[in-house]
């Protein structure tokens, strides 16, 4: 096991009781990481890395574009992502084969699918919101909170928008 870490020039492999990341990003970084068997040097790889993870960063440029062009007018939209594509700190993780970005980018979708599902009820999209909070939290252990965000947000939302009562909303979920 040491002599495979020092053949590698990283540590590329960690035990899994030491392991406590989420197993998406790993699972999805595996491929480039076996590159290093084929004999692809380390600089490569960590290209390859970063390519990677672009235009998952770019993903969350997509989706905040689309829930902006949802709550508000195509001008603002399009400002709204060039503000998060020109600030310091999406410059400077952009390239950074990271969970942040990419959990962002799936809580962002999520929100649109919510807000899509709200609008018109249907399994499908409730399945799909499922599934991306899923990835999200097997993405980054601090999205499971997710799910408790939408209850609270149905909620209000039956509480504000339909004018419900508390007891109504309790027997109805």
């Known amino acids: 096991m040491v002599a495979a870490k020092a053949n590698a020039g990283f540590p590329y492999y960690v035990e899994p009781e030491n392991n406590n990341r989420p197993?998406?990003?790993?699972?999805?970084?595996?491929?480039?990481?076996?590159?290093?068997?084929?004999?692809?040097?380390?600089?490569?790889?960590?290209?390859?890395?970063?390519?990677?993870a672009l235009p998952m960063s770019?993903?969350?440029?997509?989706?905040?574009?689309?829930?902006?062009?949802?709550?508000?007018?195509?001008?603002?939209?399009?400002?709204?992502?060039?503000?998060?594509?020109?600030?310091p700190g999406f410059l400077a993780y952009a390239f950074e084969p990271m969970v942040d970005l990419p959990s962002a980018a799936i809580l962002t979708f999520s929100i649109i699918i919510y807000?899509?599902?709200?609008?018109a009820p249907d399994n499908r999209k409730l399945f799909a919101l499922c599934l991306?909070?899923?990835?999200?939290?097997?993405?980054?252990?601090s999205l499971?909170?997710?799910?408790?965000?939408?209850?609270?947000?149905?909620?209000?939302?039956?509480?504000?928008?339909?004018?419900k009562s508390w007891q109504e909303i309790i027997k109805a979920r």
């Open 23 to 52: 197993p998406l990003l790993p699972l999805l970084l595996t491929p480039l990481a076996l590159l290093h068997h084929w004999g692809v040097a380390n600089k490569t790889i960590f290209t390859l890395q970063h390519l990677v």
């Open 58 to 87: 770019y993903a969350f440029i997509l989706a905040a574009y689309y829930f902006f062009r949802q709550t508000l007018r195509e001008e603002y939209a399009s400002l709204g992502a060039l503000l998060i594509m020109i600030q």
């Open 115 to 119: 807000l899509r599902y709200r609008n």
């Open 132 to 141: 991306l909070i899923g990835a999200g939290i097997s993405l980054k252990n």
């Open 144 to 163: 499971i909170v997710a799910p408790l965000i939408f209850a609270c947000a149905e909620i209000i939302s039956l509480r504000l928008h339909e004018g």
